[in-house]
C-alpha cells in the first residue's frame, strides 16, 4: 500500500484501464452528494466483504473526504492479502473538487 497525492491521482484517473479501479470509501450520502466519476462505493468499514472482488484488479486506488478513512481502509485490505493499493493521502475529495477537477 502506498500513499499518493493528488497530482498522483488525477494522472491516473486520466488513463483509462479497466484493470484499475477508483474506489471512494466514504458514507453513501457523501459518495451521492458528489464523487469523482467512474469511482465505485464502497464504505471503508465495509471494503473487507469486497476482498475477493477487489484483488481482480491490477491496482485499486482508495480516496476519502480527508484520507484516514482511504488509509483505513488499505490497512484493512493489505491484512486480507490485497497488495496492489494506493490511497490519497492527507488529502481528500474536497480538494479534489477545490482544484476544479471532474466531479459528478
Known amino acids: 500500500m502506498k500513499p499518493i497525492n493528488l497530482t498522483q491521482l488525477h494522472q491516473s484517473y486520466q488513463v483509462s484501464d479497466p484493470n ?3 474506489l471512494d470509501v466514504r458514507t ?3 459518495f451521492y452528494d ?6 465505485r462505493n464502497i464504505p471503508f468499514d465495509q471494503v ?3 476482498v475477493s472482488e477487489l484483488k481482480k ?4 486506488l482508495v480516496y ?4 484516514g478513512r482511504a488509509h483505513t481502509a488499505c490497512e484493512i485490505l493489505s491484512s486480507l492479502g490485497i497488495q496492489n493499493l494506493s490511497y ?3 488529502s481528500g475529495f ?5 482544484n476544479g477537477l471532474p466531479v459528478e
Request: hydrophobic share 35%; glycine share 10%.
Open 57 to 60: 484488479y491490477n491496482e485499486v
Open 48 to 50: 473487507m466483504n469486497y
Open 94 to 98: 474536497p480538494n479534489w473538487q477545490a
Open 34 to 39: 458528489g464523487h469523482i466519476p467512474g469511482a
Open 88 to 90: 490519497l493521502a492527507e
Open 20 to 22: 484499475r479501479l477508483l
Open 64 to 67: 476519502c473526504k480527508m484520507g
Open 28 to 30: 453513501p450520502k457523501e
